[in-house]
């Protein structure tokens, strides 16, 4: 009687465990019927002459046993075949009018198994609820891949930081998903992305970041009503992490400005955005399908002359008076970086040229200067000759990254030209 009791105490506590980790009835019923499956299977070899019957209102199982009515003496499988004496004698269930050859059920009290069989099965059974619960999180984080969550620091490494949801979900924040100037001390909330989830060995591991575009675009839904509603949408997102930002957005209805919206009376919605972000600095721009205009509103704050294009190839000219140069390249070359990103053309920066003024693109001199010098010079802004020679040779070492030898070769090919 004891051993009954054990057992059926035993489903009792794997429905409450089944409570607290939200699984469904019918699943649980399905798991518990499993398990008890594959310790009967280990113990007679097969299950497939055994009915399981759960009854989860009792919080405890029936099994029973089909067995082939066999001559007495002739038993050769006892898990399979029963004497004709035996089966008219059941004391469970006696069957006096039974006949050779005909099944005899019978039922099976678990517990007579002893300790070993139900101590299987609780092991049995918490490792298939453990492999459920595995492919729940799974399959949730999973949709949620791309979404905003938010979790407490739990453990800093060097590598990554563990944190853990409300669920006490676990969440990896690697070092390359951080912004440069994160920091974080233990028990700190950290807003993040789902940025990757993966079931390797049936081992679920989300991984979260803060430097992706998605990042950036859901902080901006949280933050502007207008997206967050459909009014606004975000055409494209370009990001240097930690430094500087581009956002193109768009409005369906002619009455909302979509840059006054995201940007917010004095800043008040861009700013909270910008502390999130470790102060980036964030341009939002108008949207248009005109690569031209595009291409123009992306580079802001610079203005610029003309444009020449290559759709087919992904590519612009920009001419820019000199003053302006500076402006489209950036600090570091960050915006023309991003303007790059966000419109996905690659952008050649050129000074405009004064009607009458003789200068010469450094394009032309490519018989002469090879042109990974030519292109190392125009990324830092200098795309004509005069360009290159009213920039001192200093700069032009340090920020095209060449050699003394290269630049004064590049200023005696540049200054005999004029010479001559």
Known sequence: MAKKEETIDMVDRFSEFKELKNIDKTTMISVLEESFRSVIAKMFGSDDNFDVIMNPDKGDCEIYQNLEIVPDGEVTDPARQISITDAKNDPDDPDPDCEIGEDHTKKIDFASFGRRAILNLRQTLASKILDLQKD?????????????????????WKREILLLDDDKNE??????????????????????????????????????????????RRLFELEVPEI???????????????????IAVESYDDRIDPVGACVGVKGARIHGIVRELRNENIDVINYTSNPSLFIQRALSPAKISSIRLDEENKRAEVFLRPEEVSLAIGKGGLNIRLATMLTGYDIDVY?????????????????????WVIEALKDMGCATAKAV?????????????????????VLAVLKAEFED
């Open 351 to 371: 000074r405009d040229l004064e009607e009458n003024e003789e200068d010469i693109y450094l394009d032309e001199f490519k018989d002469e200067i090879d042109g």
């Open 171 to 216: 969440l990896l924040l690697p070092k390359d998903q951080q912004i440069p100037t994160d920091f974080y001390r233990k028990g700190e909330t950290v807003r993040a992305v789902i940025h990757n989830v993966d079931n390797k060995n049936n081992n679920p591991k989300i991984t979260v970041s803060r430097t992706s575009e998605n990042f950036l």
């Open 228 to 246: 967050h509603d459909g009014l606004i949408l975000i055409r494209a997102v370009a990001r240097i992490p930690g430094e500087r930002a581009k």
């Open 389 to 409: 020679l009213g920039t001192p040779r200093e700069e032009l070492i340090e920020k095209a990254d060449l050699e003394e030898d290269t630049v004064d070769n």
């Open 136 to 156: 729940a999180i799974y399959a949730k984080f999973k949709e949620m891949e791309g979404e905003l969550v938010t979790g407490e620091v739990y453990q800093l």
